[in-house]
């Protein structure tokens, strides 16, 4: 079946230091890829998502790439914060074809040490 | 996404008992979302509906029922049958296919 796979599932960083999360799909007809952050007992926040259509999105200090080829895209965060240290999550999907479920992987809990 | 409300916040099932969470929004989404969030893990989806009187099961729908009669509800009932119910529910929203979908600030329910 379609999955999504994200790793590390723990990264330790100094703070100032940049992170990287990457995350591989099995849909190849999925065109939609969306990061959510999550705090501790609060909701997912979508940050920053991609199409298809682009090689790489980025919006202040985050960035997402993806290769279509390879079938895996990757969250950058540069000059990370404290407040940056949640848990982050890939999903990707179709759009534009009524098909509507996401694709979740299974967290990145991203800890930011001052 | 202070348009997408969950009740209660907190909730407690004895054996035996079904309870029933629910979901609304005022943004007038046309799909909705139910997931499971289990400690240290991902998001598992339950249910979603497309549109108002359908729905379709997700991955792990065994023990949960929901309805969709308005555009802006879509309950989950945990019954019985789900022998491990313990867990963080969280619903979304989306309001097109090029659009994303949107999380309320969940449901944690724990066994008595």
């Known amino acids: 079946g379609e999955n999504v796979e994200q790793h590390p599932s723990t990264l330790s960083v100094q703070e100032g230091d940049s992170a990287v999360i990457k995350c591989t799909y099995s849909?190849?007809?999925?065109?939609?890829f969306p990061w959510y952050k999550q705090e501790l007992g609060k909701r997912p926040q979508l940050i920053i998502d991609?199409?298809?259509?682009?090689g790489e999105k980025k919006d202040q200090r985050i960035a997402v790439t993806l290769n279509k080829t390879a079938k895996h895209f990757s969250l950058h965060i540069t000059e990370t914060q404290p407040e940056d240290s949640a848990v982050y999550f890939c999903a990707a999907s179709r759009i534009g074809s009524g098909t509507y479920k996401y694709i979740f992987g299974t967290g990145t809990r991203l800890k930011v040490l001052a | 996404d202070g348009g997408i409300t969950q009740s209660p916040k907190y909730l407690f099932r004895k054996e035996g008992q079904n309870v029933t969470l629910s979901c609304e929004q005022n943004?007038?989404?046309?799909?909705m979302y139910w997931y499971r969030q289990d400690p240290g893990q991902g998001l598992r989806l339950i249910y979603y509906s497309q549109i108002v009187n359908d729905f379709q099961k997700g991955d792990i729908a065994e023990g949960y029922s929901v309805s969709r009669e308005k555009k802006e509800s879509f309950p989950l009932t945990v019954t019985s049958a789900q022998k491990n119910p313990t867990a963080f529910y969280l619903c979304?929203?989306?309001?097109?296919?090029?659009?994303?979908?949107?999380f309320g600030d969940g449901t944690r329910l724990s066994i008595l």
């Open positions: 991609i199409r298809s259509n682009v």
């Open positions: 979304a929203s989306k309001s097109g296919t090029n659009q994303p979908q949107h």
């Open positions: 943004l007038n989404h046309d799909a």
């Open positions: 849909d190849s007809a999925s065109n939609y």
